[in-house]
């Protein structure tokens, strides 16, 4: 699952850089739409209310109770599902949904997804440079909260899906700076969505149960394996430096006093 980032764009829908999008086990080349409607939070063997049980991040809340009155729980972690299905994020499967690494599953699958997503958004950033005028506003200042009002926001950290969900309070609760107060917040992090994602890191429950393999599991290199893709070559500025006149050589240790130019 991913949420999507790099707006390329300022429009409601804007296209993305990593698009936005989820893939179930059941069809690992099916990338589908991702409705955050469909999160909820699940508290059953964590050591929370149950009456938090089951709840969106926008009505959710953290009630903490005695360890000892929940004999199932075994975690102060919640349990992050989409559609009841667990989700695995980060870099693999940013790749996945993007379209950019179907290779396959693997610890090396894994590698190859971080770098293929390295190199991806250095290319982007040559010409993101190119569009930046200097003494142009960068950002917008002018933006303010209104009172009882809520939003989302969903961005993608380096390790996974980042999700914050936030409402304020009525204009009789101010904060200390005379504006609206925080009514409700309630956050989804990547380590907590990769936590309760892999079978390998979770405890199992009560029942015997466990969480699903990572989407497309089975699937194995085809036409030569993730060897020939396309994004695998040199990047610009590495290439410059190892190539360019007087520069040092690949791999060679500078001698004192020497370094590049």
């Known amino acids: 699952m991913a949420y999507g980032v790099f707006d390329l764009d300022d429009t409601s829908s804007p296209n993305r850089l990593l698009r936005r999008g989820l893939v179930y086990d059941s069809a690992p080349n099916s990338v589908q739409s991702l409705s955050t409607s469909n999160i909820r939070e699940q508290v059953s063997y964590s050591w929370y209310a149950d009456a938090t049980d089951d709840k969106h991040p926008s009505s959710g809340s953290t009630v903490t109770v005695d360890p000892a009155s929940k004999a199932d729980a075994y975690s102060w972690l919640k349990a992050p599902r989409y559609n009841g299905a667990p989700m695995e994020c980060g870099p693999l499967a940013r790749m996945w949904v993007n379209g950019d690494y179907w290779a396959g599953v693997s610890v090396m699958g894994r590698h190859m997804a971080r770098a293929l997503e390295a190199q991806k958004i250095t290319d982007a950033m040559f010409e993101w440079l190119d569009q930046l005028v200097v003494g142009d506003p960068v950002y917008d200042d002018t ?87 396309p994004l695998l070559r ?5 290439r410059g430096a190892r190539d360019a006149p007087g520069r040092q050589a690949a791999g060679r240790r500078p001698r004192r006093g020497q370094g590049l130019r």
């Open 143 to 229: 933006y303010s909260s209104g009172y009882s009002q809520s939003g989302e926001g969903l961005t993608e950290a380096p390790r996974g899906a980042l999700g914050h969900w936030l409402s304020t309070a009525s204009s009789s609760t101010r904060s200390a700076t005379g504006g609206p107060a925080i009514g409700n917040y309630q956050v989804i992090t990547p380590d907590l969505l990769e936590r309760l994602a892999d079978g390998r890191r979770q405890r199992q429950r009560p029942d015997g149960t466990g969480p699903g393999r990572h989407p497309g599991a089975e699937r194995q290199p085809a036409g030569g394996g993730a060897a020939g893709h």
């Open 234 to 238: 040199p990047l610009p500025f590495l």
